[in-house]
């Protein structure tokens, strides 16, 4: 009987490594991080923040969708549930730095310095 190493012929078979989730994940962060430079430029820094905060939870969302769209390859060390989570924890940070009550003001009408 001969013995055969399945784990061997397997890796053999198998597609190389895509550069899917690092990809989408360095995507999102650039376009994040360009729109915040555009955003800064045009309003204050509380709704540049406010806008940068609510594009990686929208980079975050689209990231969950492909995550949950595709089957996850088992010995990938990087997947899309991981760049959802990388985009959420980074919208969370940038949200964190907000001024509170600049964003009620505008909301309510007042003028907002800045």
Request: charged share 15%.
């Amino acid at each position: 009987m001969a013995i055969v190493d399945h784990v061997k012929a397997a890796r053999k078979t198998q597609q190389p490594k895509g550069f899917g989730p690092a990809a989408v994940f360095t995507g999102a962060v650039f376009a994040a991080l360009i729109g915040l430079l555009a955003a800064s430029t045009a309003m204050p820094r509380d709704f540049a923040l406010a806008a940068a905060s609510t594009v990686f939870f929208a980079f975050a969302v689209l990231a969950a969708l492909i995550a949950w769209t595709t089957k996850p390859k088992a010995e990938s060390a990087l997947n899309y549930w991981d760049v959802a989570g990388a985009l959420t924890l980074i919208g969370i940070c940038a949200a964190t730095f907000l001024d509170s009550d600049a964003i009620i003001k505008f909301i309510e009408g007042r003028p907002v310095a800045g």
